[in-house]
């Protein structure tokens, strides 16, 4: 199964703002579509990406999540600005970024990343960059000036704050139609920070 580590965005009113602004950037494609685009109700974090792993790695990889939860207590995210990957003229990720919470998110991500380390999973070799995919541009496409324009705009844009109380072993399944992602097991943080 296809797994990976992530922090789920289950706030009604920042879902509808992250909508919102996704749907301006559809508009800004004017009619040509170039982007697979991540349905609301999946936004979310990515902290690790485990990829193809049989089911007992799963369930080792969710005992690895619990040791990486019980050092880190709640907090709070607020979501502000649109950006790309690599870059807003020939955009591969469409993403919405972080005003508040990135320390205490990437804080988390190195704890996951440390042990799932220890239980025996591949590091990554990127650095860790916190940002919530809107979409992926397909490779090749003619991107408009006005989604560049729209990205600037939507720059200091806010959409919202919500609390991260638990993290989740996501199970993505690949279909024609894009990724299908369910909870495949979740673990709660400490209320309180040590």
């Known amino acids: ?16 703002a992250l909508e919102q602004a996704q749907a301006g950037l559809k ?7 170039p982007v697979k685009w991540v349905p609301a109700h999946q936004f979310h974090f990515t902290l690790k ?14 005992a690895a999540l619990e040791r990486a939860a019980s050092e880190a207590g709640r907090f709070a995210v607020g979501l502000r600005g649109l950006g790309a990957f690599p870059a807003p003229a020939r955009p591969s ?6 005003s508040e919470g990135a ?22 070799r990127r650095p860790f960059k916190p940002h919530l995919t809107l979409g992926r541009v397909r490779e090749g496409a003619v991107v408009p000036g006005a989604v560049q324009e729209g990205l600037a ?3 200091g844009q806010e959409f919202g704050r919500f609390g991260v ?25 400490r209320e309180e920070i040590r």
């Not at 508009?27 to 579509?33: E, I, L, T, V």
């Not at 109380?165 to 495949?184: A, D, F, H, N, W």
């Open 103 to 124: 320390a205490e998110l990437g804080a988390l991500a190195n704890r996951v990343e440390r042990e799932m380390a220890q239980a025996g999973f591949a590091p990554e």
């Open 27 to 33: 508009r800004a494609f004017s009619g040509s579509d």
């Open 165 to 189: 109380e638990r993290v989740v072993l996501m199970k993505s399944e690949l279909t024609p139609r894009g990724p299908i992602y369910s909870v495949y097991g979740s673990v709660s943080l």
């Open 153 to 155: 705009r939507a720059a």
């Open 1 to 16: 199964m296809r797994c990976f580590v992530a922090v789920e965005v289950k706030d009604h009113g920042c879902l509808r």
């Open 93 to 98: 990720v469409l993403w919405a970024g972080l």
């Open 49 to 62: 990406f485990l990829g193809e792993i049989p089911e007992p790695d799963a369930d080792r990889a969710l």
